[in-house]
């Protein structure tokens, strides 16, 4: 299954778009990398220690040039005071989420790209995704129960 198909999949449930956003917001995580990550596991693509510090090099330069940046200015335009007609910032809003969203579809592309294809050796979700989220954030490791809402919806 292609990555993008595959992360618009997941994120329809519920709970893995909460356990997304709460990684995103309050733990610091690239969820389009978390998502590769375990698409790649799901796929049984092989991913070792110098690809994972492949990807966090290209998720986290892209994820700080292009996507953090027009989700910063959707955010402040949903709580931004002004005489703008609430309709034409509301349009400006999803133009905005359209960008947001064809930056994350760039990014996984770029990181399915760069993924062999399937060795048939796959470790187990949760390590690996663990693995994944200390790449990105170095010492500060997210809630396990978060990365197991996120291993959970590939079991």
């Known amino acids: 299954m292609r990555l ?3 992360a618009t999949r997941l994120y329809a449930d519920p709970q893995v778009e909460a356990a997304c956003l709460s990684l995103q917001d309050d733990h610091g995580q690239c969820v389009s990398f978390l998502i590769w990550r375990l698409w790649a596991l ?6 070792d220690a110098r690809l994972l510090g492949d990807a966090v090099l290209t998720a986290r330069t892209w994820e700080t040039a292009a996507t953090a940046p027009l989700r910063a200015v959707r955010r402040r335009l949903k709580t931004l005071p002004s005489t703008i007609p609430a309709d ?5 809003r999803q ?3 359209a960008a947001e ?3 994350e579809r760039l990014l996984l592309e770029a990181l399915e790209t760069a993924t062999p294809e399937t060795s048939g050796l796959v470790p187990g979700a949760e390590r ?3 693995a994944a989220a200390l790449a990105w954030g170095g010492a500060k490791a997210p809630p396990l129960k978060l990365l197991k809402v996120l291993a959970g919806a590939i079991a």
Do not use: H, N
């Open 4 to 6: 993008w198909d595959f």
């Open 42 to 47: 799901k796929e049984g693509r092989p991913v």
């Open 95 to 97: 133009a905005i989420l």
């Open 101 to 103: 969203l064809e930056s």
């Open 88 to 92: 034409g910032q509301g349009r400006l």
């Open 128 to 130: 690996a995704l663990a």
